[in-house]
């Protein structure tokens, strides 16, 4: 059984999606709804879209699916050549609708819409500056500060506002907004969240991956760099830089695991990168065997990229039902321990009687992965090697990935040996930083703090 309420993976974040039309009769909520649909492996929590109509802001939002929140012709009751769309799986603030995004905010004769993925880490100390100040909060969530750090600089121009709102947070964050009658797009000063900018016949997409604005049928134009504004708006498109203090930081757990296999994240394929990241763990630590099987969906390039590096068969070994969605029933304890295939069942198949190697993307709990292996062995396995197609995770991340405290990182409590102890496999081998490093092109200009804890910027002491 593979319990899917374990949290045993690293959570995804959320995903955001912009649409402006030059045409102002041409309304643009069905093509944030295909987009956000898109988006949907980001976030399965909630999702919303707020759209702008000669400045006035129309938005629908609720907790679910795309799919489960635009129903019954919602999506074309919002109005507008403007808007932004949200998908979201909460990693600061609690899962209610309240938390929802965009959030839309009226500030005297302006109306704001803002979706933001990431999280701050020092939104609580803003949060309580801004409280002093009389600021009322409606959300427990750090985008609530953004949009009200924009509205009080707002006498100065939204540009203006803007810019100071940007040298205030530290943290990671792609943004989305729409104000007035302008569509806005933000990358963090280090990159760590991607977005990126397409071009359709009669307007402009802004989108979290490049697999959104393929959906929409819009031309990739380039990704955001760190720390750029970018202002779409009837006069066109207009980029303001922060070139001073940026450092490139894209956060690899994107390439590893986050994105979608056909999106491409500052010029990387991710499916290439994960197929070669198979490649060179084969490299690095290969082994007899008689299949080489992938954890869906992740895993799987990098084990088709391990087999073609060992020359030893790729087979499908596990199949997911891709309809455990956030409504399914949860078992009760009972049936936990009956062991009830829910969410991935092995296809026996293609392994008994034989050794087989199993890729996957992580380890984070561990828990997950000793019930593979015990799946294996029980549809008569005779040898299991496990291997991962990222380094272990020793630390957590403060950037709006969804990692448990350090304590429960199996990677930072025990040795590999440990771990291949305690999810009873034959062998067990995690890629190398470096390797891992090379499969994405090289260079410096990724974070790795959840595997080396080397953080781009200082970040806040938490508990384990």
Not at 18 to 32: C, I, M, N, P, R
Request: hydrophobic content about 35%; overall charge negative.
């Amino acid at each position: 059984m593979i319990d899917i309420f374990d949290k045993d993976k690293m959570e995804e974040e959320c995903g955001v999606f912009g649409v402006y039309k030059h045409d102002t009769e041409k309304a643009v909520s069905q093509l944030l709804y295909y987009g956000l649909y898109a988006l949907q492996h980001r976030g399965q929590e909630s999702a919303g879209i707020a759209t702008n109509k000669n400045g006035k802001i129309f938005q629908h939002k609720g907790m679910g699916l795309v799919s489960e929140v635009f129903r019954n012709g919602t999506v074309k009751e919002l109005e507008g050549n403007i808007g932004i769309g949200h998908v979201r799986y909460s990693t600061a603030g609690e899962s209610k609708i309240e938390n929802a995004q965009p959030l839309v905010v009226s500030y005297k004769n302006s109306h704001i819409a803002l979706a933001h993925n990431g999280n701050l880490v020092n939104a609580r100390a803003l949060r309580e500056m801004l409280e002093d100040g009389g600021v009322v909060f409606q959300t427990t969530i750090d985008t609530e500060v953004i949009v009200n750090l924009i509205a009080r600089g707002l006498r100065n121009g939204i540009v203006e506002s803007i810019k100071r709102m940007v040298e205030i947070i530290k943290g990671a964050y792609a943004l989305v907004i729409t104000t007035e009658d302008k569509l806005i797009g933000i990358r963090d000063p280090h990159g760590l969240r991607p977005l990126c900018m397409g071009k359709t016949k009669n307007g402009y997409v802004f989108s979290s991956e490049s697999c959104g604005l393929d959906a929409v049928g819009a031309e990739y134009v380039r990704d955001l760099e760190p720390g750029e504004i970018v202002i779409v708006d009837g006069e066109g498109v207009n980029s303001y830089s922060q070139n001073n203090w940026v450092k490139k930081k894209l956060c690899i757990f994107e390439l590893i695991y986050f994105a979608r296999p056909d999106s491409v994240i500052d010029g990387i394929s991710v499916y290439l990168s994960r197929h070669n990241a198979g490649k060179i763990l084969s490299q690095e630590s290969g082994v007899e065997a008689d299949v080489v099987i992938g954890v869906p969906d992740s895993g799987i390039p990098a084990a088709i990229g391990y087999s073609e590096a060992s020359g030893i068969p790729y087979g499908m070994g596990l199949i997911k039902n891709k309809y455990t969605g956030r409504t399914f029933i949860q078992p009760n304890q009972e049936l936990r321990v009956e062991g009830v295939k829910i969410k991935l069942n092995v296809l026996k198949e293609n392994v008994r009687g034989k050794r087989v190697v199993i890729v996957d993307d992580s380890i984070v709990r561990g828990t997950t992965s000793k019930r593979l292996v015990e799946m294996l062995r029980e549809a008569g396995a005779t040898e299991v090697h496990f291997r991962v197609s990222s380094p272990p995770v020793t630390h957590t991340c403060h950037f709006g990935i969804d990692t448990p405290y350090r304590k429960h990182l199996v990677g930072a409590m025990k040795t590999v040996d440990e771990i291949r102890d305690m999810i009873g496999a034959d062998t067990l081998a995690f890629i190398s930083i470096d390797g891992l490093v090379k499969s994405v092109g090289g260079g410096t200009t990724f974070c790795k703090a959840c595997f080396d804890g080397d953080y781009p910027m200082e970040v806040p002491v938490v508990e384990d």
